[in-house]
């Protein structure tokens, strides 16, 4: 089990192209045996250091998985820039509106933009097909047991995906507020979802996150009137945590501040070229 985040590295990931129904397996966990048999994880483990006394010599196993993903991040981001490709990391707890406000995106924006979708998600190809039938480019990737996608998982799927030039590639990214912000995946943007359903502490209990990302988007506001959620709270909260941060309040169902989502969005793409 990984000693960081909890995910079992007995699983496999699953990246399946929605167009050919074929699907391809790999393990990206790693584990270190050592000689009394001993297994360690070192899954997402971050500059550590696991120390094991045997035979009273202390064997001291240093390893850098984030450094390694960032490596491979930086490769992705160069195909992304050789290519021209306009690439965003959308990141939320469960249910926050990811899949509903990227369908709503694709489908108004489709006249005007060429969007590719790799969707997260630890099982099923549910929200994979809801993005299918909007006529986009989409393939699924599967984590198991793994709570994010990396960029080892993105540089292998988009090989499946094989995005146009000149074109933007959404990543959506496995439910979860916390490993997400870890992991560069080569992109150009990190955008975390907030829903008004859940509490407008969420910059504050999940700092990280918040860091990360360069915009906050607040969905569900048709809700307002029925839940108790202070959004001024939540975005002085969200300041507080990162001062930089732009933030979006949307409504996929009613369309409400979606013309500023798009605004921006079309912008980032003019400004590659």
Partial sequence: MCVTCGCSDDGETKITNLETGEAEYKHYHHTHALPDGTVITHSHIEASQIHAKIHN???SLEQDILAKNNLIAAQNRG????RNILTLNLMSSPGAGKTTLLTRTINDLKHQLSISVIEGDQETTNDAKKIKET?????????GTGCHLDASMIDRGLQQLNPPLNSVVMIENVGNLVCPALFDLGENAKVVILSVTE???KPMKYPHMFRASDIMIITKIDLLPYVYFDVQKCIEYAKQVNPKIQIFQVSATTAAGLENWYAWLTEKVTNLS
């Fill in 57 to 59: 010599t202390t064997i």
């Fill in 79 to 82: 195909w992304f820039k050789g």
């Fill in 135 to 143: 006529g986009c480019k989409v393939i699924q990737i599967n984590t």
């Fill in 199 to 201: 509490g407008e502490d």
